[in-house]
């Protein structure tokens, strides 16, 4: 090696050694002849000094150092002088008065982005420039805590039987939820690869080849539109089980989430998690992710408002909806245009609007309160444990659309009132999902999480009679109101599984299309099993406090999709389009694609 040391090694007891540090030129301070050269490495910090007896071509190259270039320095390991003494860096009890000094690679004097947390270039510049900004102590500490996190993780499941294998990364393209990234093959005219969305139909295969403990830290590839949560590659934690049931799925994934925080940052997350079905966090929270970090929990007053004098109460009642509320505590004082921007937020997600009551001697005041009884009033105050100075907030409308509006009234006020914690985890279960959607579009059923999830034994019978009341052994783990990862007990029964591709509208020739391989398994002894997969960039970003994925990838995309730091997507030289037999869209010609 070219050092002896590293720059966070050295201490008090190499006092008197000579020691040979290589890294980056943080920075260089000149305090007339005596140069001051703070090194940095992956593992700290190491002041060295050039003093005005050191030797020629030291001092001189001492001189020219620009910050950022790359020092191989020789020295001997001295105590600082009293009142020189660093606490902020862990070898800040001596320097290293250098001896000799080499530049192994030279920076450009002006750097495009600074290498500090405190003077951030905005995010493009940043990206364009990641090898430079990578070296940044925060996002090397977030490599570090990721690096961390995989090998608890892997360690964790090898001491539990589990096998690491890796599945395909070219595979059969089989359009569902996101779009496929697609390959064109050179040797088969007009045929594509397709790049895995997860590796669920292989995981399953590995089932029905005995492996009955199977994981992979596995790159996912969706073509879906960038958000601070979303990248067009990430990696999951993927692991399916043979032999099990949803407690035995449960058990495993509590134990990796365990690993994982203690690697990162040493904090104890012990299940059992908390486990709520589907309906009971929807009816509480409005939100099958809901963040429980905070209270606030929605009741349905429906009941108590169903024979007000209030026209929209009745109405709604009167169709089949349903009236919710929350108690905001001490919001009574939110004024018309606080209130009115919770009215926007329920707007978005379908709500005509809210209805805001202030609570004052345990009775309601605002605009609809005169159409409330007494009782009625005093009903609801005690049904939402609402005490004076609360402010009460209620929607009234379709019963998904009165649950999920309100359910994000209430998100925005946890954070707004600051009522979530820093350094809170709240983690659980939630269970027992609709295992079809309505597509209203398309007029026909969908897959809620997707065709291989079992429905629950008891409603079996009614598998085609009544799709909507059917629930499936489905499963989502949520943090701190962030989906975390799902999976589900799996069909391993063929007629069952193309009795629910009947429901979604799949034919038997379609479903061989698409499946054939996986079916066809089933009909060589399948046994039962069931999976999970874990989001680990969103898990790492979690544990972190972080709210963007970047932070957590050494090379993310941008909000638009595009690798700047390698301009990619790139343009293709136009002999390999005629190689891969496509031709380029109208309007564009080979090698002049834009973006």
């Known amino acids: 090696?070219?050092?002896?040391?590293?720059?966070?090694?050295?201490?008090?007891?190499?006092?008197?050694?000579?020691?040979?540090?290589?890294?980056?030129?943080?920075?260089?301070?000149?305090?007339?002849?005596?140069?001051?050269?703070?090194?940095?490495?992956?593992?700290?910090?190491?002041?060295?000094?050039?003093?005005?007896?050191?030797?020629?071509?030291?001092?001189?190259?001492?001189?020219?150092?620009?910050?950022?270039?790359?020092?191989?320095?020789?020295?001997?390991?001295?105590?600082?002088?009293?009142?020189?003494?660093?606490?902020?860096?862990?070898?800040?009890d001596?320097?290293?008065?250098?001896?000799?000094?080499?530049?192994?690679?030279?920076?450009?004097?002006?750097?495009?982005?600074?290498?500090?947390?405190?003077?951030?270039?905005?995010?493009?510049?940043?990206?364009?420039?990641?090898?430079?900004?990578l070296r940044r102590h925060s996002l090397q500490a977030n490599m570090h805590a990721r690096h961390r996190a995989a090998l608890a993780v892997r360690n964790w499941l090898a001491e539990r039987d589990f096998i690491e294998i890796q599945t395909p990364l070219f595979v059969r393209s089989t359009p569902?939820?996101?779009?496929?990234?697609?390959?064109?093959?050179?040797?088969?005219?007009?045929?594509?690869?397709?790049?895995?969305?997860?590796?669920?139909?292989?995981?399953?295969?590995?089932?029905?080849?005995?492996?009955?403990?199977?994981?992979?830290?596995?790159?996912?590839?969706?073509?879906?539109?960038?958000?601070?949560?979303?990248?067009?590659v990430h990696t999951q934690i993927d692991l399916e089980m043979s032999f099990c049931?949803?407690?035995?799925?449960?058990?495993?994934?509590?134990?990796?989430?365990?690993?994982?925080?203690?690697?990162?940052?040493?904090?104890?997350?012990?299940?059992?998690?908390?486990r709520l079905s589907y309906d009971e966090a929807m009816e509480r929270f409005g939100s099958d992710k809901p963040d429980l970090r905070f209270g606030m929990e929605m009741r349905d007053l429906t009941d108590l408002v169903s024979r007000?004098?209030?026209?929209?109460?009745?109405?709604?009642?009167?169709?089949?909806?349903?009236?919710?509320?929350?108690?905001?505590?001490?919001?009574?004082?939110?004024?018309?245009?606080?209130?009115?921007?919770?009215?926007?937020?329920?707007?978005?997600?379908?709500?005509?609007?809210?209805?805001?009551?202030?609570?004052?001697?345990?009775?309601?005041?605002?605009?609809?309160?005169k159409y409330l009884s007494d009782?009625?009033?005093?009903a609801i105050v005690r049904m939402l444990d609402a005490e004076d100075g609360d402010l009460i907030i209620m929607v009234a409308d379709d019963p998904e659309v009165s649950a999920v509006a309100l359910g994000q009234v209430r998100r925005f006020l946890g954070r707004k009132l600051g009522l979530i914690r820093e350094g809170d985890y709240k983690l659980l279960w939630v269970t027992e999902f609709p295992l079809f959607e309505w597509n209203p579009d398309e007029n026909r059923w969908e897959a809620k999480h997707?065709?291989?999830?079992?429905?629950?034994?008891?409603?079996?019978?009614?598998?085609?009679?009544?799709?909507?009341?059917?629930?499936g052994r489905l499963y989502d783990l949520v943090l701190n109101g962030v989906e975390m990862g799902s999976g589900s007990i799996r069909i391993s029964n063929p007629d069952l599984q193309k009795r629910v591709m009947n429901i979604i509208g799949t034919t038997s020739e379609e479903a061989e299309r698409k499946f054939g391989f996986l079916l066809h398994a089933y009909e060589y002894g399948g046994p039962v099993h069931g999976g999970f997969a874990i989001g680990f960039d969103r898990l790492i970003a979690v544990i972190l406090g972080l709210e963007n994925l970047r932070d957590v990838i050494?090379?993310?995309?941008?909000?638009?999709?595009?690798?700047?730091?390698?301009?990619?997507?790139?343009?293709?030289?136009?002999?390999?389009?005629?190689?891969?037999?496509?031709?380029?869209?109208e309007g564009v010609a080979p090698g002049r694609g834009s973006r």
């Open 1 to 92: 090696m070219l050092r002896t040391h590293t720059c966070g090694e050295l201490r008090a007891s190499h006092v008197g050694q000579t020691a040979t540090l290589c890294g980056w030129a943080h920075s260089v301070r000149d305090h007339g002849g005596l140069v001051f050269i703070t090194l940095r490495d992956r593992y700290g910090f190491t002041q060295a000094v050039v003093e005005p007896g050191a030797s020629q071509s030291a001092a001189d190259c001492a001189r020219g150092i620009h910050r950022e270039s790359v020092l191989r320095i020789v020295g001997t390991v001295s105590s600082r002088p009293v009142g020189t003494r660093n606490n902020a860096i862990a070898t800040g």
């Open 94 to 133: 001596v320097e290293l008065v250098a001896s000799d000094i080499q530049v192994l690679g030279d920076a450009a004097p002006i750097l495009p982005v600074e290498v500090s947390d405190d003077k951030l270039a905005n995010e493009e510049a940043r990206l364009r420039y990641r090898y430079i900004d």
């Open 176 to 232: 569902e939820g996101a779009r496929d990234f697609v390959v064109p093959s050179r040797n088969f005219p007009g045929m594509f690869y397709a790049l895995p969305q997860s590796p669920q139909l292989y995981k399953q295969l590995l089932m029905i080849a005995g492996f009955d403990r199977y994981f992979q830290l596995a790159p996912c590839f969706r073509d879906e539109d960038q958000r601070a949560d979303r990248q067009l």
């Open 245 to 274: 049931d949803e407690d035995d799925v449960f058990t495993v994934i509590e134990g990796i989430i365990s690993a994982a925080f203690r690697a990162v940052n040493g904090v104890e997350v012990n299940g059992p998690f908390l």
């Open 308 to 369: 007000s004098e209030f026209g929209i109460f009745r109405d709604v009642c009167a169709s089949g909806g349903r009236v919710r509320g929350i108690a905001a505590s001490g919001c009574a004082h939110f004024s018309r245009k606080e209130t009115d921007e919770l009215a926007e937020i329920a707007k978005i997600y379908r709500a005509k609007g809210i209805m805001p009551l202030k609570v004052e001697e345990g009775r309601l005041k605002g605009s609809i309160a």
């Open 375 to 378: 009782d009625a009033q005093r």
């Open 450 to 471: 997707h065709i291989f999830t079992q429905p629950r034994e008891q409603d079996l019978p009614i598998l085609e009679s009544d799709p909507a009341a059917v629930k």
């Open 554 to 585: 050494a090379f993310p995309q941008n909000a638009a999709g595009v690798s700047l730091v390698d301009d990619c997507p790139s343009e293709i030289d136009p002999k390999q389009w005629k190689e891969l037999h496509i031709r380029p869209a």
